[in-house]
């Protein structure tokens, strides 16, 4: 809600770029709150809820986005190119969206991930300084560092929410698309990971929560920043299979390291999966998300594993890939 020169209260609009299970949740966070919700997508879909509008257009025309923008107190971006277009769609989606927010003067919320830090040994804080060693890392840390350079121009007002591997119903990330199935099969799970390393995991809901807290806050120190999505769990790879397996009541969990040898294969054949191998280092290596800042400026804790896991279990299940 905002409040008008009349001392009034009045309903504020947000866009939300992206109807995912990461968008979607944060428009209907701010819908249930009375707030009035324009997602856009490129089908026009996202969530059914009496204040969300959806609209079909293309994100990645600045134009047409800032007509779309206009009046909106928050521009979320929770859109993403397919994985393997990242080098060549995701430019013009962050050029449009730094230019319909300078345009409009709305809020700028970017959902972002930890590609950008690169390898780093210890906990991921906030601070850390973009360090990217890949080529999706570089181009995360590019969509951040334009940003941030605008903000500090005064351009406009922005700050970034960062997570882990996605978790939840809907989720879309390497555990859901290729452990998961297999795990509530009672298959082997064959994964580009060391299954036994301490893995930091965030849920959708717990992204969405954390947008919302950043998008809605009126304090300046909360712009120009990034902030971390409290963690729903640090366990393993294979601790987390072996309690997703128990919630679905499947046979208890098999999970295997899938060779160089094996990752190079299927990458040769699926476009999806040539993208992987850059970014297995985050799986074999301990990663650790710190977001104590995070749960000390807004409160927001992490939802409880088991919900997390109950929920997963009663949702279909994802085609691997």
Same mark, same amino acid.
């Given at each position: 809600?905002?409040i008008?020169?009349?001392?009034? +209260?009045? =309903?504020?609009?947000?866009?939300?770029t992206?109807?995912?299970? %990461?968008?979607?949740?944060?428009?209907?966070?701010?819908?249930?709150? @009375?707030?009035?919700?324009?997602?856009? +997508?490129?089908?026009?879909?996202?969530p059914?809820? &009496?204040?969300?509008?959806?609209?079909?257009?293309?994100?990645?025309?600045?134009? $047409?986005?800032?007509?779309?923008?206009?009046?909106?107190?928050?521009?979320?971006?929770?859109?993403?190119?397919?994985?393997?277009?990242?080098?060549?769609?995701?430019?013009?989606?962050?050029?449009?969206?730094?230019?319909?927010?300078?345009?409009?003067?709305?809020?700028?919320?970017?959902?972002?991930?930890?590609? @950008?830090?690169?390898?780093?040994?210890? &906990? /991921?804080?906030?601070?850390? &300084?973009?360090?990217? +060693? %890949?080529?999706?890392?570089?181009?995360?840390?590019?969509?951040?560092?334009?940003?941030?350079?605008?903000?500090?121009?005064?351009?406009?007002?922005?700050?970034?929410?960062?997570?882990?591997?996605?978790?939840?119903?809907?989720?879309?990330?390497?555990?859901?698309?290729?452990?998961?199935?297999?795990i509530?099969?009672?298959?082997?799970?064959?994964?580009?990971?060391?299954?036994?390393?301490?893995?930091?995991?965030?849920? +959708?809901?717990?992204? $969405?929560?954390?947008? =919302?807290?950043? @998008?809605?806050?009126?304090?300046?120190?909360?712009?120009?920043?990034?902030?971390?999505? &409290?963690?729903?769990?640090?366990?393993?790879?294979?601790?987390?299979?072996?309690?997703l397996?128990?919630?679905?009541?499947?046979?208890?969990?098999?999970?295997a390291?899938?060779?160089?040898?094996?990752?190079?294969?299927?990458?040769?054949?699926?476009?999806?999966?040539?993208?992987?191998?850059?970014?297995?280092?985050?799986?074999?290596?301990?990663?650790?998300?710190?977001?104590?800042?995070?749960?000390? $400026?807004?409160?927001?804790?992490?939802t409880? /594993?088991?919900?997390? /896991?109950?929920?997963?279990?009663? %949702?279909?299940?994802?085609?691997? =890939?």
């Amino acid at each position: 809600m905002d409040i008008d020169l009349l001392g009034r +209260t009045t =309903v504020a609009l947000h866009v939300i770029t992206g109807a995912g299970a %990461t968008g979607s949740a944060t428009a209907l966070l701010l819908a249930e709150a @009375g707030e009035h919700v324009r997602i856009v +997508t490129r089908s026009g879909g996202g969530p059914e809820h &009496p204040l969300v509008e959806r609209v079909a257009a293309d994100a990645s025309d600045p134009d $047409a986005l800032t007509a779309l923008v206009e009046g909106a107190r928050t521009l979320y971006n929770c859109a993403a190119p397919a994985y393997q277009d990242w080098r060549t769609a995701f430019p013009p989606l962050a050029a449009a969206l730094l230019t319909a927010a300078e345009r409009t003067g709305a809020d700028y919320v970017m959902l972002g991930n930890v590609y @950008g830090y690169g390898p780093f040994d210890g &906990p /991921l804080t906030p601070d850390l &300084p973009m360090a990217p +060693t %890949t080529a999706k890392g570089r181009v995360r840390a590019a969509m951040w560092e334009d940003a941030l350079a605008a903000h500090r121009a005064g351009r406009i007002r922005v700050a970034e929410v960062r997570a882990s591997d996605y978790l939840g119903a809907d989720a879309l990330s390497l555990f859901t698309l290729m452990a998961a199935p297999a795990i509530r099969a009672g298959e082997v799970a064959v994964v580009p990971a060391d299954p036994d390393v301490p893995h930091s995991w965030s849920y +959708t809901g717990d992204v $969405a929560r954390t947008l =919302v807290a950043v @998008g809605t806050s009126t304090r300046p120190e909360v712009w120009g920043r990034a902030w971390h999505v &409290p963690s729903v769990s640090e366990l393993p790879l294979r601790g987390l299979a072996d309690r997703l397996a128990a919630a679905a009541g499947a046979p208890p969990a098999r999970v295997a390291s899938m060779s160089d040898a094996e990752l190079a294969a299927l990458a040769a054949a699926d476009d999806l999966m040539a993208e992987v191998a850059e970014m297995r280092y985050l799986g074999d290596e301990p990663l650790f998300l710190d977001a104590s800042e995070t749960v000390a $400026a807004f409160g927001v804790r992490p939802t409880g /594993l088991e919900v997390v /896991l109950a929920e997963m279990a009663r %949702t279909p299940v994802h085609s691997p =890939v």
